[in-house]
């Protein structure tokens, strides 16, 4: 019998009942998927080490005040973190061209922007997360104009700590999504850092080779994903033999 509630299963993580109200736990698992759960794997390892670098860089970013849903890691596979409701959007961050803008703009991908662009995805499996503007998300309701101007501001708020922390050990931010959550004290809502921060999420080239140490390792079939994702969290001083 299992000794908790899931709350939800998507296609990386379970999220279970938390042992105190208004908390989850996050378990990594190791399935990994690209365009759209069209090409799945499982990856020996990858949920230990995703769970262990979200830690880090949501840890970063309580450090520097940016508000996020992580409480504690528990053990190698799960943490505790602040349930939150979800804003259905995908907010992605570019600093050079890649993926699906590189595609849509017909740029050669490592192109340099020319200053960091945040776009939004609608976050649903049966339409492919659509890119959408601005005007549909305020339309629909999915979050305000004062909501949007403080997801901007989280985003690059984000943006600016990863792309230092990538930078001092010697790794290219190309792009990165994140979720926000909001969360209610009283009757007052704010929007914090949900999800994870981890190399399934962002574009990460090594600075003087541009070797992709990210989830196109997988998408793209360029090696082992394991690899590449042990070799940023040795970079990052999170392996034990460091
Ligand atoms: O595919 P695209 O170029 O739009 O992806 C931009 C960034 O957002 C990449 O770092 C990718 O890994 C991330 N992403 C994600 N989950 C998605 C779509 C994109 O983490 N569903």
């Given amino acids: ?107 050669e991908e490592g192109t340099p922007l020319p200053r960091p662009i945040v776009e939004y995805s609608y976050k649903n499996d049966e339409l492919g997360d659509p890119l959408v503007p601005e005007e549909y998300i305020i339309a629909f309701g999915w979050a305000n104009q004062q909501d949007l101007d403080d997801i901007v501001s989280l985003a690059l708020r984000v943006n600016d700590f990863l792309s230092g922390v990538f930078f001092g050990v010697g790794i290219k931010l190309i792009d990165f999504k994140i979720e926000i959550g909001r969360v209610w004290d009283g009757d007052f809502m704010r929007l914090i850092v949900a999800d994870e921060i981890s190399p399934d999420s962002c574009r990460l080239w090594d600075v003087k080779t541009g070797q992709k140490l990210d989830k196109d390792v997988f998408r793209r079939d360029l090696g082992s994903l394991t690899d590449a994702y042990t070799e940023v969290a040795r970079r990052l001083g999170l392996m034990p033999e460091n």
């Fill in 1 to 107: 019998a299992p000794r908790r509630k899931k709350i939800y299963e998507g296609k990386a993580k379970i999220l279970y009942e938390g042992p105190e109200p208004g908390t989850l736990v996050q378990y990594f698992k190791d399935d990994a998927t690209a365009f759209n759960a069209q090409k799945k794997a499982t990856i020996e390892g990858k949920g230990v080490l995703n769970n262990r670098l979200s830690e880090f860089f949501m840890q970063g970013l309580t450090n520097i005040g940016v508000p996020n849903h992580f409480i504690r890691r528990l053990n190698m596979r799960e943490q505790l973190i602040r349930q939150v409701e979800i804003v259905p959007l995908e907010v992605i961050v570019r600093n050079f061209a890649a993926g699906s803008i590189a595609k849509r703009l017909g740029l």
